[in-house]
């Protein structure tokens, strides 16, 4: 009888530890977001232009493929995926060997700033993001 008791209260155990789902912290910053995006472009190429606009869009905070990453889908056609620790922070900007710059961070749950640059010598494009979840 002990036996069976035992054999039944590991299995039970098991069964919990398994079971149970840790919480992903990711969970916390994930949902629908304002975005607000100034937009700065220099085209020095053939015709030279610079355009500097600001952009509102109800954009999309949601887990990216594996555990760490998050896709930020801050403009109509335009969205990121950054990783994200536990501690909040957010790391995999652009650089420079890929033809870029960022960085930004969380203010909480409910706000993000983040700044991303590509270009080179003909030109860039800059933008200036300020999110507030919904």
């Not at 100034?38 to 610079?50: G, T």
Request: hydrophobic share 40%.
């Amino acid at each position: 009888m002990k036996q069976k008791i035992g054999i039944f209260a590991y299995v039970a155990l098991l069964f919990l530890v398994i079971s149970c789902k840790k919480d992903d912290y990711r969970e916390k910053y994930m949902g629908n977001w304002i975005f607000d995006v100034q937009v700065a472009k220099l085209n020095v190429d053939s015709i030279p232009q610079f355009v500097k606009d600001t952009i509102s869009f109800a954009g999309l905070i949601s887990k990216g493929n594996n555990k760490d990453e998050i896709n930020i889908h801050y403009l109509e056609d335009t969205s990121i995926i950054l990783k994200l620790n536990e501690a909040g922070e957010l790391s995999g900007f652009p650089t420079a060997s890929s033809g870029g710059s960022g960085n930004g961070e969380f203010v909480g749950f409910n706000k993000v700033y983040l700044n991303f640059k590509w270009g080179g010598q003909g030109g860039f494009l800059e933008h200036n993001i300020i999110g507030n979840k919904k």
